[in-house]
């Protein structure tokens, strides 16, 4: 447990934190009265640490055993391929649009494009399906300005976990992977 050990921070000093009692006293009187309770416990008398469960929302992944809990709301990875179109655009202006994309936007693995439409796949850590396919609904519009990119509309997005997106690999559906990672036309 790290700690400042200041009066002020509301933390034990180290050596109180290691051994594992808080003494009262140490922290400043605000965090003494929690919620407008007045502490129990006078000066100096010391207190035993208590650790809180991990409670319903850690689960160990299947296999892992104990060590390899995790909350279920980290981000994960998913896989998103975004597809826009519109009115005809230039390929050499397009292109150098979705090569700037590529750089500002560090996980793009692939776009593919025409005068019309174009294709992005790229990885996006989110916590949820939701949130990957928030970000991937304002990608096109947000990068439009920074990137250059037509002012063409979403026409379809498919958001995907990592372990569908190798299953599929797997099955022999999905993009190959050894599919040129970068800007190509169709």
């Known amino acids: ?34 919620a407008g309770r007045p502490s129990s416990r006078a000066a100096g008398e010391e207190r035993a640490l208590t650790s809180v469960a991990a409670g319903d ?16 709301d980290l981000p994960r990875l998913w896989h998103v391929t975004l597809s826009v179109s519109g009115e005809e655009a230039d390929l050499k202006e397009l292109r150098r649009a979705l ?14 494009y025409a005068v019309d439409h174009a294709e992005i796949r ?17 990608l096109w519009g947000e990068h439009r ?9 979403i026409v379809g997005l ?7 997106y190798h299953q599929r690999l797997a099955e022999g559906y999905g993009p190959l992977p050894a599919t040129p990672v970068g800007v190509h036309p169709f």
Not at 2 to 27: K, L, N
Not at 60 to 67: C, V
Not at 99 to 112: G, I, N, V
Not at 158 to 164: F, N, P
């Open 145 to 153: 300005q920074t990137a250059g990119l037509p002012p063409w509309e």
């Open 1 to 34: 447990m790290a700690s400042s050990g200041s009066p002020s921070s509301g933390r034990a000093s180290s050596g109180s934190a290691s051994s594992g009692r808080v003494t009262s006293g140490t922290a400043s009187s605000g965090a003494a009265s929690f």
């Open 57 to 72: 929302r850690y689960r160990a992944p299947e296999g892992d055993g104990p060590e390899g809990a995790r909350p279920q």
């Open 99 to 112: 090569e700037q994309l590529a750089h500002d936007h560090p996980f793009l693995l692939t776009s593919r």
């Open 122 to 138: 790229y990885w996006e850590e989110a916590r949820d399906l939701h949130d990957a396919a928030a970000v991937a609904l304002r």
């Open 158 to 164: 498919e958001v995907i976990d990592r372990q569908t």
